[in-house]
């Protein structure tokens, strides 16, 4: 079963921290990359941070330094600590293997979490 379930969201001021979670099913976790994703409202998806099985990661550059993914195995879970948050950090973030799992021709997502950064 595939599954992806994201948690941790909220409304945040300028400045402030989130950590967000996402529970992944074995079978998305077990893939060798797991990916944070966000979409603020009127713009396409985009990528935001990777985490390889080694610990390696790769973030986008509007977020480097800001925010940290992690991983644990044990609970086939990601995280995504995100501090000094701007207005622009805005959208719902998804995680996903990286690339994106696919179910019957096409990329599957959770629900999603909502982040508000605002004053």
């Known amino acids: 079963q595939v599954q992806l379930v994201e948690s941790g969201g909220g409304l945040v001021q300028p400045g402030g921290s989130l950590r967000l979670s996402c529970a992944a099913s074995e079978s998305i976790f077990s893939v060798w990359v797991m990916g944070w994703f966000r979409q603020a409202p009127g713009k396409e998806r985009e990528w935001v941070a990777r985490i390889f099985s080694g610990g390696s990661t790769n973030y986008a550059d509007s977020v480097k330094g800001r925010f940290t993914i992690s991983r644990d195995s044990a609970k086939n879970t990601v995280y995504l600590q995100m501090n000094s948050l701007k207005p622009e950090d805005t959208a719902v973030y998804y995680c996903?293997?990286?690339?994106?799992?696919?179910?019957?021709?096409?990329?599957?997502w959770g629900q999603g979490t909502q982040v508000t950064v605002s004053s």
């Open positions: 996903n293997s990286d690339p994106p799992v696919r179910v019957a021709g096409r990329n599957y």
